[in-house]
């Protein structure tokens, strides 16, 4: 059985990597990897993270790429590598413009389309965008709509969409954190020696990261496009709003390589003793940094799956969420990127001992550790027999 998984994106590879194991695992499966390099820098960190390798690389990311080209390249190159090799289905994950081109590609060639992480919705396309367009226009295309939890299942069938089509397997991305989590706590470099290597000024390092409980810190990121302007100057400013309020406290912040991110993080938080803006890191070293961390102020979709595993509470710097399992679950609130209201919850975690414990024990909804192995059985199970009947 060939099968093709397609990723272009570091969260893709997070979210596949358990996968690519587990078929690589079956000896039933021709199983090949590519990548369309959709962004190469971030996508290479994930990849050796999880010790693997891409098969076929289209490297098709450009500077200053704007969404119509990529599309338009995603979706002429593997058109043309799936006219090549007549793979028996084609695997994509989330929302990215690699899914969502990957995925008229298959059609067009008439592919069988598997859809890992399907069936998230804020019904609102401007947020996230254009991530809401692209896994709604996907999950029609799909064969298998593998959904995260029965929401995700409720929100397909609302759609329309076939219920045959529709398996509620978890999120692989807690397959992903726990198999790197046993990693990061069998090697032995010094958390100093970490802090160092990822570019951590020393005082700040001493301060926050050798001894984790000495002092509370907040890990950040940031990268939405909806945020672009306003939204990152808020998020700056109540950053700073927290260190004059909490002299003790530190943030540490990987910013993005976007420069519409960059920008305005390094003129309004550049060179404060409380703030340490430092290179985005791979993903293992992410995950030493969460298991550090007091809590996470974080537009990721990722994050508000995974950090509830390590006991970790997360504010997310979003309007709306396609995940209201973990707010629902209370490990996750929105804040979006207003100011105030950053302030206001953060602070709530800081000042309040027991509301910091209730939300960082709470059970992660998002799954067990075990999808991986249910996707596999499940494109075994059908694809064995649309051969068999061929």
């Not at 991305?173 to 990822?198: F, G, N, P």
């Not at 939300?359 to 649309?386: C, F, V």
Request: hydrophobic share 40%; proline share 6%.
């Amino acid at each position: 059985m060939k099968v093709v998984i397609v990723a272009g994106t570091r969260p893709e590879i997070i979210k596949l990597a358990p996968v690519i194991r587990q078929m690589r695992r079956n000896s039933r499966f021709q199983g090949s990897f590519l990548s369309t390099g959709q962004h190469r820098q971030m996508l290479d960190q994930a990849l050796a993270a999880f010790e693997l390798h891409s098969d076929y690389d289209l490297g098709l990311m450009q500077p200053g790429q704007t969404l119509p080209e990529l599309t338009g390249r995603v979706i002429n190159a593997v058109s043309v590598f799936l006219a090549e090799h007549k793979p028996d289905a084609i695997l994509l994950q989330g929302d990215t413009t690699t899914v969502f081109a990957g995925a008229i590609a298959a059609a067009y060639a008439q592919i069988p389309i598997g859809h890992v992480e399907a069936g998230l919705r804020t019904y609102n396309m401007q947020h996230p965008f254009p991530e809401e367009m692209n896994r709604r226009l996907v999950s029609p295309l799909a064969r298998w709509n593998f959904v995260p939890t029965n929401t995700s299942k409720q929100n397909l069938l609302s759609e329309g969409i076939a219920p045959s089509s529709i398996h509620v397997v978890g999120n692989s991305v807690i397959d992903a954190l726990l198999w790197m989590r046993t990693k990061v706590a069998q090697r032995v470099e010094s958390a100093h020696a970490t802090a160092m290597r990822l570019g951590l000024n020393s005082r700040f390092a001493a301060e926050f990261l050798v001894d984790p409980c000495l002092k509370k810190w907040i890990l950040v990121t940031g990268h939405r496009r909806e945020s672009f302007g306003g939204g990152f100057e808020q998020i700056c400013q109540s950053l700073l709003e927290l260190t004059k309020k909490y002299p003790n406290l530190g943030i540490l912040y990987p910013v993005h390589l976007n420069p519409h991110v960059r920008e305005p993080v390094n003129r309004l938080l550049c060179n404060h003793p409380q703030i340490c803006l430092i290179e985005p890191v791979g993903y293992e070293d992410f995950v030493w940094l969460m298991d550090r961390c007091y809590f996470l102020l974080s537009d990721s979709g990722g994050v508000q799956e995974e950090a509830p595993s390590l006991g970790k509470p997360v504010l997310v710097m979003r309007e709306t969420t396609e995940r209201p399992e973990g707010v629902e679950a209370g490990t996750c609130r929105l804040v979006g990127t207003d100011r105030d209201k950053i302030l206001f919850e953060a602070s709530q975690l800081l000042d309040d001992e027991n509301e910091y414990r209730k939300r960082s024990t709470l059970q992660n909804p998002y799954g067990d550790g075990q999808t991986s192995k249910r996707i596999i059985e499940i494109l075994e199970r059908d694809l064995t027999a649309g051969l068999q009947s061929t």
